[in-house]
T-cell receptor, first 113, second 114 residues
C-alpha cells in the first residue's frame, strides 16, 4: 500500500506549456505539502495546505497553484513552464501537529526543454 | 527566518567506520528537529526525530541529540554499512511558522565503500 503517491514519475515538456502533477495520500492526514528539490538536492517548501488554510512560500511564482479536490489529494498546476522549473517535485503529508513526521511521495522529475 | 546548516558532502567512508554529520540550526520558536534520508530514486523517509532539548532520537543504529545550547543536532552512527549510502537531510519544524512546514538543510551525501 503506497502511503503518498504522485503521478507522473517523469514529465518532460516544452517551455510555455501548462502541466499538472497529481498527489494522493491514504494515511488520513489533514495537511499536505509540495516541496521542490533542485539539481543540487536542496529542498524548499512551496505550499502547505489543509482544509482550512493554504500557506504559500512567498518565493513561489504565481504560475504555480495547488488544487485540493478533497483532503486526500493535493495537485500541483504549473502554467507557462520555464526552463528554471526543471526540478524534482515532492508531495508530502502529515498531521498538523508539528512533532509528527511527514511522509513523502517518490517525487516527480520535471524536465522543461 | 529559520535556517538549517549541515556539512557539505560527499562524505566517503569505509564499511564499519564511524559517521558524524554535523547539523546546526536557527529558529524563531522552539523547533522540533528531524533527520530524513533519501535513497537513490526515492522520496525522503524519516530516520529519527527529537522534539525538545536533550532528547535523543535513534533508529537503525543512527542517533542524534537535541542540543539547545549549541543549536545542534548532529547525526552519528558507530559502524556504517554499504546500505547506508544515501543523502541525509537535517530539518526543523518551527511552531512560530504557520503551516507546519519543514525547513531543510542542504543535504549530505554519504558513500560507504566495502
Amino acid at each position: 500500500d503506497t502511503a503518498v503517491s504522485q503521478t507522473p514519475k517523469y514529465l518532460v515538456t516544452q517551455m510555455g506549456n501548462d502541466k499538472s502533477i497529481k498527489c494522493e495520500q491514504n494515511l488520513g492526514h489533514d495537511t499536505m505539502y509540495w516541496y521542490k528539490q533542485d539539481s543540487k538536492k536542496f529542498l524548499k517548501i512551496m505550499f502547505s495546505y489543509n482544509n482550512k488554510e493554504l500557506i504559500i512560500n512567498e518565493t513561489v511564482p504565481n504560475r504555480f497553484s495547488p488544487k485540493s479536490p478533497d483532503k486526500a489529494h493535493l495537485n500541483l498546476h504549473i502554467n507557462s513552464l520555464e526552463l528554471g522549473d526543471s526540478a524534482v517535485y515532492f508531495c508530502a503529508s502529515s498531521l498538523r501537529d508539528m512533532n509528527t513526521e511527514a511522509f513523502f511521495g517518490q517525487g516527480t522529475r520535471l524536465t522543461v526543454v | 527566518g529559520d535556517s538549517v546548516t549541515q556539512m557539505e558532502g560527499p562524505v566517503t567512508l569505509s564499511e564499519e567506520a564511524f559517521l558524524t554529520i554535523n547539523c546546526t540550526y536557527t529558529a524563531t520558536g522552539y523547533p522540533s528537529l528531524f533527520w530524513y534520508v533519501q535513497y537513490p530514486g526515492e522520496g525522503l523517509q524519516l530516520l529519527l526525530k527529537a522534539t525538545k532539548a536533550d532528547d535523543k532520537g535513534s533508529n537503525k543504529g543512527f542517533e542524534a541529540t537535541y542540543r539547545k545550547e549549541t543549536t545542534s543536532f548532529h547525526l552519528e552512527k558507530g559502524s556504517v554499512q554499504v546500505s547506508d549510502s544515501a543523502v541525509y537531510f537535517c530539518a526543523l519544524s518551527d511552531p512560530s511558522n504557520a503551516g507546519n512546514m519543514l525547513t531543510f538543510g542542504g543535504g549530505t551525501r554519504l558513500m560507504v565503500k566495502p
